[in-house]
């Protein structure tokens, strides 16, 4: 009898404690989920990435016009993360292979001698992460000859337009007026929208004047590709027709919901948006010759914080 009342005195006692653990457990596990903690890397794209977008357009602008490949912002942080004396450039050229263009397979990025002893570089670490160790395909083409093109937007960058915050799913792409844009694959025209007569933006406008694509690129994937802020009547195609890869669909303008020229390029499949960058394949020799000199790296300013626009031999920089 007395043993028992002591029991249940020490239960009494515990359970409190026990309690406490598995809230603090919950609390924990619900912050790690949402991200609490700082920046994640999640299925290929950084949250939290204001901080690097910057440095990473820089580095993007870099290599992606000349046409040398594209290397993701998650994988640049993944090994940048671990050792901050690496630069973004020297991190995305090490991760580019220069025959295909496209972003090596993690486990051999590993076996450089640069990130052989990192931590990121531990079978574990590898296999929790989400960088990937396939060859991915490439069935895109560039949707504006990548030498006419200067990146001012990545895919889910986080940034402030016209005071408003948003994450960007999309590319955006910023070249002259009238530039052409070409269908990134053979697809089916689905929609044709140009309400915009002027070439001017409207804050309140969205997309402005846009195409949208379907392409079938085997049985199991189907991408939808979004061409947006058009120039107004620079439409050389109606809804329902096929279109080919590389075939010139419209020109590049500033209708809607935009800041300057420059093409909008949004892809998605089953519903969700997915990278663009990250399906262009930069052997593919209609992508131009990269005779230009390269120009001067982009500054980083954001017009929209100062109104500062500068010039890059036409290309005005951070667009929506
Ligand atoms: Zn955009």
């Known amino acids: 009898m007395i043993k028992k009342k002591i029991k249940k005195k020490i239960i009494m006692a515990l ?3 026990v309690l406490i653990g598995a809230v603090v457990i919950v ?3 619900a912050l790690v989920t949402l991200d609490f903690f700082g920046t994640n890397e999640t299925d290929g794209y950084v949250e939290e990435n204001e901080a690097y977008a910057e440095d990473y357009k820089n580095v993007l602008n870099q290599n992606i016009k000349y046409g040398n490949g594209y290397v993701s912002l998650s994988r640049i942080l993944y090994f940048y993360l671990e050792d901050d004396q690496l630069s973004f450039s020297m991190i995305y050229s090490d991760n580019l292979d220069k025959e295909t263009k496209k972003q090596k397979p993690i486990s051999e990025v590993c076996e450089m001698p640069r990130y052989k002893s990192m931590s990121v570089c531990k079978t574990e670490e590898l296999s929790d992460s ?3 160790d396939e060859d991915v395909i490439k069935p895109f083409t560039a949707p504006l000859k990548i030498s006419n093109m200067n990146v001012t937007s990545f ?5 402030t337009v016209y005071g408003k915050f948003d994450v960007h799913e999309a590319w955006d792409l910023s070249s002259p007026n009238n530039t052409p844009v070409y269908s990134t694959c053979d697809g089916e025209v689905i929609q044709v929208k140009f309400p915009y007569s002027e070439n001017k933006i409207d804050t309140s406008g969205g997309g402005g004047n846009q195409i949208k694509i379907k ?3 085997d049985e199991d994937t189907t991408y939808e590709v979004w061409y947006a802020h058009l120039y107004p009547k620079s439409s050389k195609v109606k809804e329902g027709d096929k279109v080919k890869q590389w075939q010139q669909i419209a020109e590049v303008g500033t209708t809607g919901y935009s800041t300057g020229p420059h093409l909008h390029y949004q892809v998605s499949k089953d519903g969700s948006t997915v990278d663009g960058m990250s399906l262009i394949d930069f052997t593919d020799t209609n992508s131009e010759t990269f005779v230009k000199p390269p120009l001067e790296p982009y500054n980083g300013l954001n017009p ?5 626009y500068p010039n890059f ?3 005005t920089p951070y667009q929506p």
């Open 130 to 132: 989400s960088q990937s």
């Open 15 to 17: 359970a409190p404690v």
């Open 155 to 159: 895919f889910m960058e986080q940034r």
């Open 27 to 29: 609390i924990v596990c």
């Open 313 to 315: 031999n036409g290309y």
């Open 215 to 217: 392409c079938e690129v």
């Open 304 to 308: 929209n914080l100062n109104g500062n």
